[in-house]
């Protein structure tokens, strides 16, 4: 009876540990890497006469780091007020862009057409990026709802891979693999890359190589982002989902502490000859 009642207990400690940082704003400052900042350069360092493009390449399974990684990235865009085009090679990942987009184009007054795109879902990956590889806008030709790029004002003096200034593939999954082998190769466009965070060890060796400029490392990075866009003490989804994952970890590691302290002190006392 005791057990289950501390089971009960466990749990309801775990619950108030995930819920706090949403019901008091408490958030917990992250501590910035090297490759948020990275990225962070990068997108200032783009032209103005320069488009970003945004790889969306997830589903519902990883919106917990994706979704605030495209958050972040967009937040930055739209604030700086660089030019970017949302697509996708996996079909509700532009979605979920367009969603995020129109709630935070409200936000910093970024109408669409004139800041940013959605190129949409786009079949035939390794065709696509060929084609764009030779001719960005003949090969996408209109956006999701089938208007011509040529009625776009976001899409003035953009053509050639030339143009382009920056690629962040978001992804659970290796696109950026061909990203990088039929179009950022070839055309000499600068990667990054916003994987969830298992992925991150495959991404390093391609960061060394200068094959990429920068990665958000899952829910860490797009609180890393946050903290350069907003400050470390901001409110943004990212921090905040990431310390109530941060106070999750602090109860876990208290309660090992606490178990193995209590632990202890009872194997003292039968040592001694005293009743546990």
């Known amino acids: 009876m005791l057990q289950d009642r501390t089971r009960h207990v ?79 090679f996996e079909p509700i990942g532009p979605v979920y862009g367009q969603i995020e987009a129109d709630e935070l184009a409200a936000k910093w007054h970024r109408p669409y057409g004139k800041y940013w795109v959605n190129w949409g879902y786009r079949t035939a990956y390794v065709q696509t990026l060929k084609a764009m590889a030779k001719d960005v806008a003949a090969a996408i030709r209109t956006d999701h709802r089938g208007v011509p790029l040529s009625k776009l004002p976001v899409m003035r003096g953009i053509h050639s891979p030339k143009d382009v200034g920056l690629v962040i593939d978001i992804t659970p999954s290796t696109y950026y693999e061909a990203w990088m082998a039929f179009f950022t190769g070839p055309a000499k466009v600068k990667m990054a890359v916003a994987p969830t965070a298992v992925m991150v060890s495959d991404i390093f060796p391609y960061l060394d190589s200068g094959q990429m400029v920068g990665m958000l490392k899952g829910l860490a990075g797009a609180a890393q982002y946050e903290a350069l866009v907003f400050g470390r003490t901001s409110r943004e989804r990212g921090i905040t989902w990431m310390t109530s994952v941060s106070m999750t970890h602090i109860l876990i590691i208290a309660l090992i502490i606490l178990g193995n302290a209590t632990e202890i002190i009872t194997r003292r006392r039968k040592a001694v000859g005293g009743t546990a």
Request: hydrophobic fraction near 50%; charge should be positive.
């Open 10 to 88: 466990l749990y309801l400690l775990l619950a108030a540990a995930i819920a706090l940082p949403f019901f008091t704003g408490t958030v917990i400052p992250p501590t910035v890497g090297p490759e948020a900042k990275a990225l962070y350069k990068a997108v200032e360092a783009v032209p103005n006469n320069k488009i970003v493009i945004l790889s969306l390449e997830y589903e519902a399974g990883t919106l917990g780091e994706n979704l605030p990684q495209t958050r972040a990235l967009m937040n930055h865009l739209m604030k700086s007020g660089k030019r970017f085009a949302i697509m996708g």
